[in-house]
């Protein structure tokens, strides 16, 4: 194998047909470096915590409370009105009663509307 | 300048010094190290593109090197495999490739700016790429960078006394090429 090596040292040498552009090794380094300095810039901002970054949980905890709170108290206030509506209705259909009611009563009691007069002006 | 290799890693080691003597470590290897991948990955602005991944490997894993071996050796053993991934990917894409154009190396060669050679030299090129892998990669290393069979052994995974076989045949090879055509 030493005499075939030697033969390709004898044919290729040390010739080397491949070139680069003019002054590329010069400015290679600042090249590399400059990306490197890059890439820490990249990772530093990743890294850095904001303020918004670091309350974004309380912020999403104090929404959510807000929210269930609003409903809680939107239900309620509808709760409520529903509730006085009825008491309302049921007001109302007893008053809306009242008149046939009351004359209902003075004929089983057989009373006519002198009678009634009287008595009236008696509590007076 | 020339750093020797225990100041260099001096400078690695320490966080204040490091940047320095990274900057330090490419200045001076840089050019050694882009005519290993150059020979490997062949074309001009494919070799500056794995160089510098290569480099910003190195910067990544500079926690990983604890100084047991040269700079220039882990350095190195970045560079070649990051060329040699570089290949695989592209032998990969060629094969999915639909194109049914054949240049030919040779020919490609001889219509790059950044080759120099003539068309015999261009032809060595080719008969080196056709070589299997192994014996291609440790053909290159051995006979034009003088890598030590312990450190391409590193690199390729392969064991020593396999890399020598393969070597043997890779200049076996390469002796008939020129024999052809003298």
Redesign the interface.
């Known amino acids: ?1 030493m005499n ?2 030697e ?2 040292k004898s ?2 040498g040390t ?7 003019e002054g ?2 010069d400015q ?2 600042a ?3 400059q ?2 300095n890059a ?1 820490e810039e990249k990772k530093a901002k990743k890294a850095k915590p904001t303020i918004l970054r670091t309350l974004r949980p309380l912020l999403y905890a104090a929404a959510c409370s807000c929210i269930a709170l609003f409903g809680v108290a939107t239900y309620q206030h509808l709760n409520q009105e529903a509730s006085e509506a009825k008491d309302l209705q049921s007001n109302i259909v007893v008053t809306d009663y009242s008149d046939s009611y009351f004359e209902e009563c003075a004929d089983y009691a057989m009373l006519d509307n002198d009678d009634i007069y009287a008595s009236l002006l008696a509590d007076m | 300048m020339q750093i020797d290799d225990e100041q260099l890693k001096r400078l690695i080691k320490s966080e204040s010094t490091r940047s320095r003597g990274f900057e330090m470590m490419v200045r001076q290897y840089s050019e050694q190290l882009y005519w290993q991948v150059r020979r490997i990955v062949i074309t001009h602005e494919d070799s500056n593109d794995v160089l510098q991944n290569a480099f910003l490997k190195a910067w990544a894993s500079l926690d990983s090197f604890h100084g047991d071996s040269k700079i220039f050796t882990w350095i190195s053993r970045i560079a070649i495999n990051e060329a040699l991934d570089f290949v695989r990917k592209q032998k990969n894409h060629a094969l999915q490739s639909t194109d049914d154009e054949d240049m030919g190396l040779a020919n490609q060669l001889m219509a790059d700016n950044y080759f120099d050679g003539d068309e015999t030299e261009a032809q060595l090129v080719e008969a080196i790429e056709q070589l299997p892998d192994v014996q291609k990669t440790v053909f290159k290393l051995r006979y034009y960078d003088e890598m030590k069979y312990s450190d391409i052994s590193k690199i390729l995974g392969t064991s020593e006394g396999g890399l020598k076989a393969s070597y043997h045949i890779a200049v076996k090879k390469i002796t008939e090429f020129f024999k052809q055509h003298d």
């Not at chain 1, 010739?15 to 552009?21: A, K």
Request: aromatic share 16%; glycine share 0%; net charge neutral.
């Open positions: 194998m075939e090596e033969f390709l044919k290729m010739r080397n047909p491949f070139v680069v552009p590329y090794f290679l380094t090249q590399v470096m990306k490197i890439e």
